[in-house]
């Protein structure tokens, strides 16, 4: 006898599109999905920092600071700015800093506050600099 009829549970099909598989997945109802050991979402949950506001702001900063040309691209190791993607992750920080206004914590305000103070201020320097003369 076939083990589906043994076992009348329930079957989900996945039609959402992906960009490595367009046909679609079939997942059984409680398979977790196959990771390779060494993988980085291998690691248990425990030692990854917890996602809160302040490591929030943090990580929009590090993109800003990537995209200013600050730091080096972790793909290249090269330095790629973009200001215009730049600018509009400082903006995102903007508008969150107005639509959180009066929620946040102290700590938070002032974390907040500095690190948009000193982007806009790096940004600022960066778009008034003179344009260097590629030979």
């Known amino acids: 006898m076939d083990e589906s009829q043994n076992n009348p549970g329930f079957r989900v099909t996945d039609r959402r599109r ?3 598989d367009a046909a679609g997945k079939t997942a059984a109802p409680d398979a977790a999905p196959a990771q390779e050991p ?8 425990d030692d990854a920092e917890p996602v809160n ?3 929030f702001v943090l990580g929009l900063s590090t993109q800003a600071l990537l995209h200013l040309g600050e730091i080096e691209s972790p793909i290249t190791g090269k330095l790629e700015p973009d200001l215009v993607t730049g600018k ?10 107005e639509k959180t206004r009066g929620n946040l914590e102290q700590a ?4 907040l506050d500095s690190i948009l103070y000193d982007l806009r201020m790096r940004y600022v320097a960066l778009v008034r600099a003179p344009k260097k003369e590629e030979a």
């Open 18 to 20: 992906f960009a490595d």
């Open 108 to 111: 938070e305000e002032h974390l």
């Open 53 to 55: 506001f302040s490591t």
């Open 38 to 45: 060494g993988s980085a979402d291998a690691a248990a949950p």
């Open 88 to 97: 509009h992750v400082i903006d995102i920080l903007g508008i969150l800093r």
